[in-house]
């Protein structure tokens, strides 16, 4: 059974910084494409960052471009997402995702997501 586990959300004031983790579980975790995505209250969820597998391509939004960095570890299968000067617009749970697809087959997971708050 897949798991994702996201921890490292919390509040912290504007400017600073946090480090999201996706801790994955049963599943082959470098053949997933995976990805952080945050959604608030009267917001479309919003795809933050991508990471393909074995870490050949990121791309980010252009909101957080030159602020969040995301990386993987796959020996460890943990995905991460270090946000720095972070602003109160970044307040919103952020939840990781897993995709992977082949000719026939196609599979997505999400975590259960992890509150950030980005106080003024």
């Known amino acids: 059974q897949v798991h994702f586990v996201e921890s490292g959300g919390g509040l912290v004031q504007a400017g600073g910084s946090l480090r999201l983790s996706c801790a994955a579980s049963g599943l082959i975790f470098n053949l997933y494409d995976m990805a952080w995505y945050r959604e608030s209250p009267g917001n479309q969820r919003e795809l933050v960052a991508f990471i393909s597998k074995i870490s050949r391509r990121t791309d980010y939004a252009d909101s957080v471009k030159g602020r969040f960095t995301i990386s993987r570890d796959i020996a460890e299968n943990i995905l991460y997402l270090q946000m720095n000067s972070l602003k109160p617009e970044d307040t919103a749970v952020y939840s990781c995702?897993?995709?992977?697809?082949?000719?026939?087959?196609?599979?997505?997971?999400w975590g259960q997501g992890t509150q950030v708050t980005v106080s003024s």
């Open positions: 995702n897993g995709f992977f697809e082949v000719p026939g087959s196609k599979r997505v997971f």
